[in-house]
Nanobody, 126 residues
């Protein structure tokens, strides 16, 4: 069973930076996809960025392109989300997710997920 543990998050001022980490375990294949999603009350969960173990073309939702960078360390089964130039609208509960059969684009765009982390809060406010 895949397990995901997020770390990072917190309070940051607009224009600031924050980094999230997702440590995964329990994969049964060398190939897997890990992504970051976010959700605010009253809205649907949104795929922010997703990356696979084999594809260097990570997916980013338009609203974070140029500001967020996703990276992976396959030896540690860990994925990082570096968030820069944060805006108040980035405030949300951020979730790490994983799947071993989908693509990065499908995971993020269609929420093709088989495991979720518990989430971590990101608040962008002055």
């Amino acid at each position: 069973q895949v397990q995901l543990v997020e770390s990072g998050g917190g309070l940051v001022q607009p224009g600031g930076s924050l980094s999230l980490s997702c440590a995964a375990s329990g994969f049964t294949r060398d190939y897997y996809v890990i992504g970051w999603f976010r959700q605010v009350p009253g809205k649907e969960r949104e795929g922010v960025s997703c990356i696979s173990t084999t594809d260097n073309n990570a997916y980013y939702v338009d609203s974070v392109k140029g500001r967020f960078t996703i990276s992976r360390d396959t030896t540690k089964h860990t994925v990082y989300l570096q968030m820069s130039n944060l805006k108040p609208e980035d405030t949300a509960h951020y979730y790490c997710a994983a799947d071993q059969w989908t693509s990065a684009q499908s995971m993020c765009r269609h929420l093709v997920v088989s495991a979720w982390g518990q989430g971590t809060r990101v608040t962008v406010s002055s």
